[in-house]
């Protein structure tokens, strides 16, 4: 029987050997990829030349002095996730005015910032695996992995500097600040038995929202809007980012086109995310007690996953997520319409729904 090279991106989703009979079973897989990915060009269509000379622009910026820092960095530019990020960016900028050099140094700081906490996430994560690939902390271990993080936050602030962009790196340090007190508070939460969803969405508007919303404030920023609009476009970044995370945090919990069955991650590692911070508010008291129990320990087993899945559906926790993702979703629509009727403002409408579409 002949066997198959499938794209990378499939590799993950089977065990077994790549023949034919397994290809027909990968290939609505396959077709949902290449769909998804057809809707994030047709969202891209606006700014496509400014995305496509960005990527030109960050590769110049990675750029170091030695071969082995070089060798790390290619290694990282390879697996470059949809470049969301630069995306809102350069959005936000075509949306008040026209994409500028500006707009290239916010895209490119904000790319270099994130892309370091990344790599630092990774080394206090202990984690081995990112986007589905080795991470730099498995490669080549926690030391290089730290100082590789930090060459790539200086290289964000020379770049501001360099261009006198102060206005954008008071933006985008704000938001790395968030992402730090957001990290350290959801340490500090979780030392209890569980959160409240008052404490939850303070924590994902700090580790995630802030981020996406310096994305659109800089690129609002470097289009010339004033401190006011660039204030309002923060506020819309920060629904969109909340928007992301509760998807995120949903993902974990409902089956997906991809793998066809939830990733459970969040609850093997006790983390308390909206779906089970709702289902147990609506849950008796001696049920909850029993779900926070299993959430403390250290080996929770596939079942116990499944149990607590279960717990979350049959509760309403899995569609009162929903529903408040949705409401987000409604109040940055909203915002948004108050700004310039555009090719822009389209695409920024159809990019939150994609991030609150995709299944992975």
């Not at 289902?279 to 299993?294: D, F, H, P, V």
């Amino acid at each position: 029987m002949a066997t198959f090279y499938w794209p990378p991106c499939l590799w993950k989703y089977t065990s077994c050997e790549r023949t034919e009979k397994n290809l027909i079973q990968i290939i609505p897989i396959f077709v949902a990829i290449t769909k998804r990915m057809g809707e994030l060009e047709k969202i891209r269509k606006p700014v496509k030349q400014e995305l496509a000379e960005f990527e030109k622009v960050f590769r110049e910026a990675l750029k170091g002095s030695i071969p082995f820092l070089d060798f790390i960095t290619n290694f990282i530019l390879r697996r470059k996730g949809k470049q969301i990020r630069p995306l809102f960016v350069f959005l936000s900028a075509r949306l008040h005015g026209q994409v500028n050099n500006s707009t290239f140094v916010a895209a490119s700081l904000i790319e270099l910032l994130h892309t370091a906490t990344l790599v630092h996430d990774d080394v206090v994560d202990e984690s081995y695996e990112r986007r589905g690939f080795f991470s730099l902390n498995a490669l080549w271990k926690s030391k290089v992995a730290v100082l590789v993080g930090d060459y790539l936050l200086a290289k964000g602030l020379l770049l501001a500097v360099k261009h006198k962009e102060y206005r954008l790196l008071e933006i985008v340090s704000d938001a790395v600040r968030e992402m730090s007190e957001g990290e350290l508070l959801q340490i500090q939460k979780s030392r209890r038995n569980g959160i409240t969803a008052e404490e939850y969405f303070e924590i994902i508007r700090k580790k995630t929202a802030a981020l996406i919303s310096s994305c659109t404030a800089s690129g609002a920023y470097s289009a010339g809007a004033s401190e006011e609009i660039v204030e309002r476009m923060k506020q819309f970044g920060e629904y969109a980012g909340i928007v992301f995370q509760i998807k995120d945090d949903l993902l974990d919990y409902q089956k997906t086109g991809l793998t066809g069955k939830p990733t459970g991650n969040d609850i093997r590692e006790g983390k308390y995310t909206l779906p089970l911070i709702l289902a147990l508010q609506n849950s008796s008291s001696g049920e909850a007690r029993e779900i926070r129990k299993m959430m403390r320990r250290k080996d929770l087993k596939g079942k116990d996953v499944y149990t607590v899945i279960e717990f979350a559906e049959r509760n309403g926790g899995i569609s009162q997520a929903t529903e408040k993702m949705n409401e987000y979703i409604q109040t940055a629509l909203t915002l948004l319409q108050d700004f310039p009727a555009n090719d822009a403002r389209n695409a920024l409408s159809e990019l939150l729904y994609f991030i609150a579409s995709r299944e992975n």
